[in-house]
């Protein structure tokens, strides 16, 4: 079992920044690609940001040249830095872990990006 924490939502003005944390533990060795993701009301989640084992990382296209995803392997945490934010970030965002084909989901960390 792999178990996941998010912290660091809040609120914001239009412009701002946040950084979100991701604590993993259990067992965690095996996790392949660790990741964030977001939903809006009314809309599905959807994939914001990954990071590979190997350290390679992917950027959705809506998100790209403001956020940044990054990890520390000592203290086994994945972070995700948002700048510029805009009120269409606002969303319950996910921390994600895959291992040997499973997904595992932390409880969400709410940002609210508003004037």
């Known amino acids: 079992q792999v178990q996941l924490v998010e912290s660091g939502g809040g609120l914001v003005q239009p412009g701002g920044s946040l950084r979100l944390s991701c604590a993993t533990s259990g067992s965690i060795f095996g996790i392949t690609v660790m990741g964030w993701y977001r939903q809006a009301p009314g809309k599905q989640r959807e994939l914001v940001a990954t990071i590979t084992r190997g350290g390679s990382t992917n950027i959705a296209d809506s998100v790209k040249g403001r956020f940044t995803i990054f990890r520390d392997i000592l203290e086994n945490k994945v972070y995700l830095q948002m700048n510029s934010l805009k009120p269409e970030d606002t969303a319950v965002y996910y921390c994600?872990?895959?291992?040997?084909?499973?997904?595992?989901w932390g409880q969400g960390t709410q940002v609210t990006v508003t004037s």
């Open positions: 994600n872990g895959q291992q040997r084909g499973l997904d595992y």
